[in-house]
C-alpha cells in the first residue's frame, strides 16, 4: 500500500515534468524556422547592412586598413556619374519588359493549364524544368543558343528565310538586351504561372458558372472574375521579379 500511494504521488510529478518539457505549436514552428533564419541572416540581411554601412565609407580594398568616414561623398559622385544613370535606365528597361512579359504569358499558360485537358498533369510538372535548372547550365545553354556561328536560333530564322545573315544576339547592345530579356523571362515564368494557377484553383466554379448563365462571354467573365481575383498573385510575381534573379527561394502568397 505505501509503495502503490508513492507511486501515486510520484506520477502527478511526473506528468508536470513532461509538460514542461513539451513545446507548443509556436515553438515547434520556430525551431523549425531556425536553420532558415540563421542562414537568411548571415548570407542575405548582414550582407545588405554591411553594404549599407560602407556606402557611408571611403574604402579601399588594396588598402583595408585606410577606412575613413565620406559621408553622403560617395552617393554624390554617383549621382553625378553619367554612367550610373544609363545603367539604372538599362535596369528599369529589363526590369519593366521582363515584368510586363511574364506576366502575360504566366496568366496566359496558367489559364490554359486550369482547364481539363489530357494529360495536364505531365504540363504541369514540366513547367518547373526551367525554375530548378541551376543558372549556371541556363546561362551556358542560351550562350550556345545565341551563338552567332553556330545557335540554333540563327540557323532556324535562316532556314525558315526570317533573316538573311546570322545576328549576334550579344554583341548588339539591343539585341543583348532583348536576348537577356528573353532569357529571364524563360527562366521565371514558371513562378508567375505557379502562383496564378494556384490562385485560379482557390476562385469558385460557381462564380463563372453564374456569369455563364447570365449570358456573360469568356472576355467578360475573365475581366470581372478572374483578373480582379488575381491581382494579388500579380502584385506578388512583380514584387518578386524586382528582388532580383537571384532570390531563387521565392514563396507564392496566392
Known amino acids: 500500500m505505501a509503495a502503490r500511494a508513492a507511486t501515486a504521488r510520484g506520477s502527478p510529478r511526473r506528468a508536470r515534468r513532461a509538460a514542461g518539457l513539451r513545446l507548443s505549436d509556436t515553438k515547434v514552428g520556430l525551431l523549425f524556422m531556425l536553420p532558415f533564419i540563421l542562414t537568411a541572416g548571415a548570407f542575405m540581411i548582414w550582407p545588405v547592412v554591411e553594404a549599407i554601412r560602407m556606402a557611408f565609407l571611403a574604402y579601399n580594398p588594396l588598402r583595408p586598413d585606410d577606412v575613413r568616414f565620406a559621408g553622403l561623398r560617395n552617393f554624390e559622385a554617383i549621382f553625378a556619374d553619367p554612367l ?56 551556358l545553354n542560351w550562350r550556345w543558343i545565341f551563338n552567332r556561328e553556330i545557335g540554333i536560333i540563327n540557323h532556324v530564322l535562316l532556314q525558315a528565310g526570317v533573316i538573311e545573315e546570322n545576328i549576334a544576339w550579344l554583341s548588339t547592345p539591343a539585341m543583348a538586351m532583348a536576348s537577356a530579356i528573353l532569357l529571364n523571362v524563360w527562366t521565371y515564368t514558371p513562378f508567375v504561372i505557379i502562383c496564378v494557377l494556384a490562385r485560379l484553383q482557390t476562385i469558385p466554379t460557381e462564380l463563372d458558372d453564374a456569369a455563364k448563365v447570365d449570358g456573360a462571354r469568356a472576355l467578360r467573365r475573365f475581366l470581372d472574375i478572374t483578373l480582379p481575383l488575381l491581382k494579388r498573385c500579380s502584385s506578388s510575381s512583380s514584387c518578386s521579379e524586382r528582388s532580383g534573379p537571384s532570390t531563387r527561394s521565392r514563396r507564392s502568397t496566392c
Not at 87 to 93: K, R
Not at 101 to 130: D, E, K, N, S, Y
Request: glycine fraction near 8%; avoid cysteine; aromatic fraction near 16%.
Open 84 to 139: 550610373f544613370w544609363e545603367s539604372f535606365s538599362q535596369a528599369l528597361i529589363w526590369t519593366g519588359w521582363s515584368i510586363v512579359l511574364q506576366t502575360g504569358f504566366g496568366v496566359g499558360l496558367a489559364l490554359l493549364l486550369h482547364t481539363q485537358l489530357p494529360a495536364i498533369a505531365v504540363f504541369r510538372g514540366l513547367l518547373l524544368f526551367p525554375y530548378i535548372v541551376p543558372t549556371v547550365v541556363i546561362a
